[in-house]
Antibody
Framework: EVQLVESGGGLVQPGESLRLSCAAS????????MHWVRQTAGKGLEWVSD???????HYAGSVRGRFTVSREDAKDSFYLQINSLTAGDTGVYYC????????????WGQGTLVTVSS | QTVVTQEPSLTVSPGGTVTLTCASS?????????PNWFQQKPGQTPRALLY???DKHSWTPARFSGSLLGGKAALTLSGVQPEDEAEYYC?????????FGGGTKLTVL
């Protein structure tokens, strides 16, 4: 059974940094690209970033330069480093598995809540 | 800034058929945008329904189908069930990055 478990969210002050983690299980992690998607309060979904199995990264324009994705295949783990947090970054961050071919995404984690407030 | 547009809301009767669409500000949606569709019910995590325009995941009910229609991606629900009431999102690929649509709130009434 594919499982994705996010951690690292919490209450942070504007300007601070945060590192989100995603622990994967139930599949050969190194074979798959991974994505981060966020959902702000009462709003829709926003694709944030991905890291392909081959190691290529892509970012949404709204986060490029502040967000960095990485992965440790030996630990079946995926990360999102967020710097210079603003209130606009408040929301639930989901770890999502890519399909084996670059055709979309399939399995979602339960999400971790990030709240940016002073 | 690429914008992906969906109908804000649609209403369908139980047992009916409804089509939701997904348009791109860059022009016609093609198979190269690998349209994906997701369902999200209140308080729940999004659930993937379709990928690569019309491919179903193993858990996707047969009444959900995808296509390209008039330059847009389309999700058609046939024989709508009350449990299909939810928010539906599309996701399009743009040469490396992806963009979600704003979502369609589907009401079954």
């Amino acid at each position: 059974e594919v499982q994705l478990v996010e951690s690292g969210g919490g209450l942070v002050q504007p300007g601070e940094s945060l590192r989100l983690s995603c622990a994967a299980s139930g599949f050969t992690f190194s074979d798959y690209g991974m994505h981060w998607v966020r959902q702000t309060a009462g709003k829709g979904l926003e694709w944030v970033s991905d890291l392909t199995a081959a190691g290529r990264t892509h970012y949404a324009g709204s986060v490029r330069g502040r967000f960095t994705v990485s992965r440790e295949d030996a630990k079946d783990s995926f990360y999102l480093q967020i710097n210079s947090l603003t209130a606009g970054d408040t929301g639930v961050y989901y770890c999502v598995r890519g399909t084996k071919a670059v055709a979309g995404v399939d399995f979602w984690g339960q999400g971790t809540l990030v709240t940016v407030s002073s | 800034q690429t914008v992906v547009t969906q109908e804000p809301s649609l209403t369908v009767s139980p047992g009916g058929t409804v089509t939701l669409t997904c348009a791109s500000s860059t022009g016609a949606v093609t198979s190269g945008n690998y349209p994906n569709w997701f369902q999200q019910k209140p308080g729940q995590t999004p659930r993937a329904l379709l990928y690569s325009t019309s491919d179903k995941h193993s858990w996707t009910p047969a009444r959900f189908s995808g296509s390209l229609l008039g330059g847009k991606a389309a999700l058609t629900l046939s024989g709508v069930q009350p449990e299909d009431e939810a928010e539906y999102y599309c996701l399009l690929h743009y040469g490396g990055s992806w963009v979600f649509g704003g979502g369609t709130k589907l009401t079954v009434l």
